[in-house]
Nanobody, 124 residues
């Protein structure tokens, strides 16, 4: 059974940084893609970034490109989201997700397993 556990959320001032972690377990993830999504109150879930587990190919939403970096530590089965230059509009619950395959998929419907989410709040 695949499990994803996020951590690292919190309260930060605008311009600050946070690093989110997503510990994955339950199988080997070679050939899989990891994704980060977020959902702000009253808004739909939004794609943030993806990375293929084996090759490390990344893709970002335009809203975070240049500020956020997604990466993996294969030895620890962990995916990270380094968030710099945070803005109040980045405030949301952030979720990690995993899907089989390496195609670029930015819809949450394409992902098979999800974590419980971690709250990120950016104050102005």
């Amino acid at each position: 059974q695949v499990q994803l556990v996020e951590s690292g959320g919190g309260l930060v001032q605008a311009g600050g940084s946070l690093r989110l972690s997503c510990a994955a377990s339950g199988r080997t993830f070679s050939g899989y893609t990891m994704g980060w999504f977020r959902q702000a109150p009253g808004k739909e879930r939004e794609f943030v970034a993806t990375i293929t587990w084996s090759a490390g190919t990344t893709y970002y939403a335009d809203s975070v490109k240049g500020r956020f970096t997604i990466s993996t530590d294969n030895a620890k089965n962990t995916v990270y989201l380094q968030m710099n230059s945070l803005k109040p509009e980045d405030t949301a619950v952030y979720y990690c997700a995993v899907r089989r395959g390496i195609a670029r998929v930015t819809s949450g419907n394409g992902y098979d397993y999800w974590g419980q989410g971690t709250q990120v709040t950016v104050s102005s």
